[in-house]
Nanobody, 116 residues
Framework: QVQLVESGGGLVQAGGSLRLSCAAS????????MGWFRQAPGKEREFVADIDWSGGMTSYTNSVKGRFTISRDGAKNTLSLQMNSLKPEDTAVYYCVAQLARLKYWGQGTQVTVSS
């Protein structure tokens, strides 16, 4: 059974940092692109960042470029998102995702709240 379990969310003041982690289990994720989405209250889920299976290619939504860094450890099946210079508009539930072609797995989400 595939499981993606996020951790590291919490409450932080604007300008602060958090590091999210995602532990993947249940299969090998070689070849999978992994990433983060987020959903704020009353808004649609949106793409944040992703990283290819080799860890060599990353992409970010414009609003987090220069502030967030995505990384993965293939040997440990873990995914991380370092979030710096957090803003109140970054407040959302953050979801880990793993995708290969039509196969897509989601975590249960972790809450990030940034106070002004």
């Amino acid at each position: 059974q595939v499981q993606l379990v996020e951790s590291g969310g919490g409450l932080v003041q604007a300008g602060g940092s958090l590091r999210l982690s995602c532990a993947a289990s249940g299969r090998t994720f070689s070849g999978y692109t992994m990433g983060w989405f987020r959903q704020a209250p009353g808004k649609e889920r949106e793409f944040v960042a992703d990283i290819d299976w080799s860890g060599g290619m990353t992409s970010y939504t414009n609003s987090v470029k220069g502030r967030f860094t995505i990384s993965r450890d293939g040997a440990k099946n873990t995914l991380s998102l370092q979030m710096n210079s957090l803003k109140p508009e970054d407040t959302a539930v953050y979801y880990c995702v793993a995708q290969l072609a039509r196969l897509k797995y989601w975590g249960q989400g972790t809450q990030v709240t940034v106070s002004s």
